[in-house]
């Protein structure tokens, strides 16, 4: 079975980086949103039971926390299919690790300066996994 | 926020500020019971019952054992248990992912003045019994 995924990442370079460790892993299906409007779109159009997510959006604008904004929609689909939330990012604070952690429940929370693949590619399975596991949940709750 | 009857677990490995944050606690209306790690918290857990508001716990006893931490909060893999870390310091950034990975609540740095303490803790009960129940 494939997993869905959906990859929210402005910079084209480590948007490419993402999608290249997924798809070595050979067990996903990919999209991609280089946007808040795109991601946003996506994820009402269809479920995924991953969502990796870029805090700033535009990177030339260093107040632009939309990727934050995005985990609050992600809430809402997390309770209907079970979505689980990766935040990545260059630029974080611990208010914004403690609030991802606390209030979106993400699962990860990774700085690019400390990126490492290995790790990313096995926190992206875990994720799935949950998802998958918390999908069961709420199908078997309706 | 009515802070009667809220319950919170302490975990420390030192006596006198188990006992000097008890005091404070109790005076400011919470029930309050302690433990020197996070094992002997899992025994109280299950002398006293299991309907602690909050467990704060400090950070060397979440750091020597990661693993018994792991399991206090998911004993229950349905129902989270709510664990608070409480550092000496500000934390670095990977020091807090790596113990808000295991299922930590929150991260909190120790304050000296006890206003401020409760403060902060009366935030994250707050907090969480505003939030909804999805771990």
Known sequence: MAYNVLVI???????????????EEGEYNIQEADSYGKASKLLQKQ???????????????????QGMQLLRELDKVADENGTQSIVITGYGTKDRMREAFRDHQVVDFIEKQRFDPEEFKATVLKAA??????RGEILDRK | MNIANKRILLIDGREDWLSRTEAILR????????????????AVLQREGNSFDLIVANQLQVERAKDALYDLIWAEPDRRRRVVVLFSTE??????????????????????????????LREVIEKQASAKVTS
């Open chain 2, 91 to 120: 934390p670095t950034l990977p020091r807090m992912r790596e113990v808000f990975k295991l299922g930590v609540y929150d991260c909190l740095v120790k304050q000296d003045e006890p206003e401020r303490m409760l403060e902060l």
């Open chain 2, 27 to 42: 005076q400011a209306g919470y029930e309050v019971s302690k433990a020197h790690d996070c094992k002997d918290a899992q």
């Open chain 1, 9 to 23: 990442e402005d910079t084209p370079d480590w948007r490419k980086k993402l999608v290249g460790y997924l798809i």
């Open chain 1, 129 to 134: 996994e949950k998802a998958f596991s918390r």
């Open chain 1, 47 to 65: 479920p995924f039971d991953v969502a990796i997510v870029d805090i700033r959006l535009v990177d030339w604008d260093e107040r632009n926390e």
